[in-house]
């Protein structure tokens, strides 16, 4: 009987050793690692009283697998048990370590000071300072593939372009290619993300027939989705420097006539993007050519039996009159002048072409083009 309480005393003494290991303090270096995510939450005035008018924030979360507990000794805090999310406070360079790594949804180690939080914009019991942010070992079954020389097998339609473009330029890196684009060099090589080291002998006879293999299928998935036009990824008035970001240099521009200047100033044309569609901008000046030239419409025509998406849904040699009346049925479609139908939408004109009942043109504009007519 006694043998067994001294056993009970250890195991108490054990647990309670145990408890106060666990706990976290205030103000203290602590590292934490979970899944990095965003939660919606409201802001003042009512902070969700009224979801329709107060506004909507997403602040970065830490969600850990076991919860902890946390001693802050001040006199907003206090001992609080069971904490699982913790808002994260990044400064801006770590903020674009976050968008440039695509870190949010993933597994990450953090480093820094816990405090409590003590004001309206924090929205967990508990907040972490971060000073380092580091990702874990990756789930991602693309990456996996390629790091480990095996042929990608997964459909790639719902990954971001620029994501996709982070994956082939990763087949060189893995054998230590050396970037031009210092963003690739600091995503793969300094970044404590991946194992990865330049390679100043670097050549591409260290690719393998896999390698080369998930090359080309990265290739057709990120041809495929520049052949997709977000019709707000410029917001008009833009400049031609814009578009040239976007699409780059190669275009012809047809200038008006000295003798009878056009009211449409310039008119910069992309022929062939992706041999799916061509792109023509109309920019204001005559006879120089300038990149901050401001840009007021723009058009996108589809090549002759090739088809490309409009905002992930629309697909132009594609898409019928039908179609784009349900689609855009909700923003009172009007009939147009200029082409078949039209619509209003956040102050920009869209217009709609058909040939034999099919879509082969969209056109957005600062103004509505009929009226200008």
């Not at 006199?75 to 048990?81: H, L, N, W």
């Not at 400049?239 to 003798?259: H, R, S, W």
């Amino acid at each position: 009987m006694k043998r067994t309480i001294v056993y009970i005393l250890i195991m108490l003494i054990s647990t309670t050793i145990i408890i106060a290991k666990n706990k976290l303090t205030c103000d203290e270096k602590v590292t934490l690692s979970g899944k990095l995510i965003t939660e919606l939450y409201y802001g003042p005035p009512g902070f969700g009283e009224d979801p329709q008018h107060d506004p909507k924030v997403y602040p970065y979360i830490l969600d850990v697998k076991e919860p902890v507990a946390v001693k802050c000794d001040d006199e907003f805090g206090g001992d609080i048990d069971n904490i699982s999310k913790f808002q994260v406070v990044f400064n801006e360079a770590q903020l674009q370590l976050v968008k440039e790594k695509f870190l949010k949804g993933k597994q990450v180690q953090l480093v820094g000071a816990l405090f409590f939080r003590d004001n309206a914009n924090h929205y967990t019991e508990v907040l972490i300072d971060a000073e380092k942010i580091i990702e874990l070992e990756t789930d991602d079954p693309i990456e996996k593939s390629i790091i480990e020389g095996k042929q990608i097998s997964i459909d790639l339609n719902d990954v971001d372009i620029d994501q996709i473009k982070i994956y082939r330029n990763m087949v060189f890196a893995k054998y230590g290619r050396k970037f031009t684009n210092t963003s690739l060099n600091n995503i793969f090589y300094f970044s404590n993300r991946y194992p990865f080291k330049i390679n100043n002998s670097y050549s591409d006879t260290l690719l393998t027939q896999i390698d080369k293999k998930n090359i080309e299928i990265l290739s057709k998935y990120e041809q495929l989705k520049g052949s997709t036009i977000i019709l707000d990824k410029i917001n008009l008035p833009a400049q031609v420097k814009d578009f040239e970001a976007l699409y780059g240099f190669n275009y012809t521009i047809e200038y008006p006539d000295e003798d009878d200047p056009s009211p449409w100033g310039q008119t910069i044309r992309w022929s062939n993007i992706n041999n799916n569609f061509s792109l023509s901008v109309l920019a204001d000046g005559d006879q120089e050519y300038d990149p901050n030239s401001s840009v007021s419409i723009y058009c996108v025509k589809a090549i002759p039996n090739k088809i490309f998406k409009i905002n992930n849904s629309l697909i132009l040699n594609k898409s019928t009159l039908n179609e784009i009346r349900l689609e855009f049925n909700h923003y009172g479609l009007k009939e147009s002048n200029f082409a078949d139908l039209k619509i209003e939408v956040n102050t920009m004109w869209i217009y709609f072409k058909f040939e034999n009942n099919v879509l082969v043109e969209v056109v957005q504009a600062t103004f509505d083009i009929d009226i200008a007519d």
